[in-house]
């Protein structure tokens, strides 16, 4: 599985607890999610910089981190099942 297919993957079955993820499933995953952080982070500080203020930072990341929260937890659960 790609990193497209990965992505997609962990938006589709974000919520499925069964099964049994890919090991590229996985780790395309955690790539993208990295990614997404990375993103939001350099946003959220260019946001803060230009308004003086932390708020868009804490938004930016507090949405992010809340959007990948339950794919994060799916996708490490169905790595981990036997």
């Known amino acids: 599985m790609g990193f497209g ?3 997609a993957s962990g ?3 974000y919520a499925k607890f069964s099964g049994r993820a890919s090991r590229s499933e996985y780790w395309w995953w955690g ?3 990295v ?3 990375v ?3 350099i946003a959220g500080g260019v946001l803060s910089v230009a308004t003086g203020t932390r708020l868009p930072d804490e ?3 507090g ?3 809340l959007t990948l929260l339950l794919p994060n937890i ?3 659960v169905r790595r981990l099942m036997i």
């Open 5 to 7: 297919g990965a992505v």
């Open 11 to 13: 938006f589709r079955q």
């Open 31 to 33: 790539v993208f999610a």
């Open 35 to 37: 990614l997404i952080s």
């Open 39 to 41: 993103i939001a982070a």
């Open 59 to 61: 938004i930016i990341h």
């Open 63 to 65: 949405a992010s981190t």
């Open 74 to 76: 799916a996708i490490s």
